[in-house]
């Protein structure tokens, strides 16, 4: 992903450690007044969300808010975290001029605990983490989706490293759709595949490898066991 979803490298913050991300690379990354993404919804979310009847969404990673804002703009309910002040700060100008509310939490994923089975729709977008400290998140988000809700993640799948343009050039904070999927716990798995995106860059047409994985948790059926 990166400006326009161009997927230019130079627009990920700098990494301390093993992958390691802090809030004011972020911070700085996001200073000032242009967009450092896009003011668009990303393209998988627009396809995907298409025919999902709207209530509770929970974006994680919202960064500048694109997501959120055009959920809102789509009659959800939003609740959009980040621990990047100015990538929410940016959120809430774009919400503003676009006439919608959307709820905007500051905190880290890492400590974060979603309300259990509230949110019909759960929304995690380029948020990369090493994987030993993604799966608690991507637990946390699954158990967050309310009986009938869904569960939607797209980031830099690992093949992009070699095969893809763009993003992060670290191999530990890249996905693969199965082993997010194996930690679905009592969400139902849809899909879980690598697609391609077609990206604009300076020398031309580029094309990007994302992992997607959507599941969706079963409807309560409200029977009793006897
Ligand atoms: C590449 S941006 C994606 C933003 C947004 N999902 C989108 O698609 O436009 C990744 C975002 O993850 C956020 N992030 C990274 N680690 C985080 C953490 N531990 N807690 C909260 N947010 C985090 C960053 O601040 C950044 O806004």
């Given amino acids: 992903m990166g400006r326009g979803e161009a997927g230019r490298q130079a627009l990920w ?9 802090e809030p004011e690379d972020w911070n700085r990354r996001y200073a000032g007044d242009e967009l450092v993404w896009t003011a668009e919804p990303n393209r998988f979310l627009v396809a995907e969300a298409d025919g999902l009847t709207p209530g509770r969404a929970l974006d994680l990673a919202a960064g500048e808010g694109r997501n959120a804002v055009w959920l809102a703009e789509r009659g959800w309910e939003v609740d959009a975290v980040d621990f990047a002040d100015a990538g929410l700060q ?8 676009r006439g919608v509310e959307v709820h905007w939490i500051r905190a880290d994923l890492e400590r974060y605990a979603p309300e259990r089975r509230a949110y019909d729709l759960v929304i995690i ?40 343009h763009g993003g ?24 879980a595949a690598i697609r391609r995106r077609a990206v604009e860059t300076d020398s ?16 309560a059926t409200g029977r009793r066991a006897i």
């Fill in 204 to 219: 031309g047409q580029a094309t990007a490898l994302d992992c997607l994985v959507r599941a969706r948790r079963g409807e």
């Fill in 125 to 164: 977008f380029y948020l990369h983490l090493p994987w030993a400290r993604l799966r608690p998140v991507l637990r946390r988000a699954s158990s967050a989706v309310a009986a009938g809700g869904t569960f939607l993640l797209v980031g830099h799948d690992r093949t992009n490293l070699e095969q893809g």
């Fill in 13 to 21: 913050p700098r990494k301390r450690g093993a992958g390691t991300v």
């Fill in 168 to 191: 992060p050039k670290n191999a530990q904070v890249l996905y693969g759709a199965d082993d997010v999927a194996g930690e679905l716990g009592g969400l139902q798995v849809v899909e």
């Fill in 90 to 97: 940016k959120g809430r100008r774009l919400a503003g001029r």
